[in-house]
């Protein structure tokens, strides 16, 4: 059969194990379709078609990672495209969407420095500011930032006014495989935190998407540089009660693939079909 190697975390990566877990989950999907699965660390060289959806860990690698897409074969099929992912790896993504009309969640680029934040403060016009890399993911080194705190030590950061929805209504992600809706989950935060993944406390749910929440989303796919093949587009409400952008995921999202119907399979599909 076909080989196709999930990119995973280098051995002793804090989610390692995890992720060992979640491809033995690929390795059964794919077989149904005729291709046969090989883990393998993101960190070593390869020279078959890859799938990058465990990835994990990049963001704390990023010359490495950035070396991994700029040396990739153009012959070799990697999903998705190491252009597209090379584009989302930095979160000044963001400005592009916004720049041609995706509805996003507000943000400044530059340093976290004691000026630069209290530049975005005024530019947010908010009170609270969720301070991050501008390279990040899991919500690695964010931080809540209030009027008159000290500023965390970010070098390369985006800075967002903070959204109270986070708490209550929640973020919502939707998931597209080949192009077609798959399905949607709500994340919402607890016990006070603001970070919804689930070793933040964070919890999760299938949700029904409206129009507002799907046409966002599709504006965003459609602006992107280049056809994901998966991607999870996070949304949240702004203070003017809209929901926008706050993030497009198109490295290595978790799928919540359990809150959806036969997800697997149709990535399987999708993969065997462009192979």
Known sequence: MPIVELLTPPPGDAYASEAAEQAQTYVDAF??????????????????????????????????????????????????????MRWNTRKTYLAELDAAGVPTVPTWFGDASARSVAAAFGWLGADELVVKPQVSAGSHATYRVKRGEDSPDVVDAMIQPFLPAIQDEGEYSLFYIDGAFSH???????????????????????????????????????????????????????????LALIEFEAIEPDLYFHHGEHVLDHLAEAVSARL
């Open 184 to 242: 949607a989950i709500c994340k919402v935060a607890t016990n006070g935190d603001f970070r919804i993944q689930p070793q933040f406390g964070g919890v999760n749910a299938r949700w029904e998407p409206d129009e507002e929440a799907k046409d966002v989303a599709e504006a965003a796919l459609a602006a992107a540089p280049g056809e994901a093949l998966y991607a999870r587009i996070d949304l949240l409400r702004r203070l003017d009660g809209h």
């Open 31 to 84: 077989a149904r379709v005729g291709l046969t699965v090989r883990p393998r660390a993101w960190t070593d060289a390869g020279d078959a078609p890859a799938l990058a959806l465990l990835a994990w860990g990049y963001h704390l690698h990023p010359e490495r990672w950035a070396a991994l897409l700029d040396s990739w074969p153009a012959d070799v099929p990697l999903f998705n495209p190491a252009p597209l």
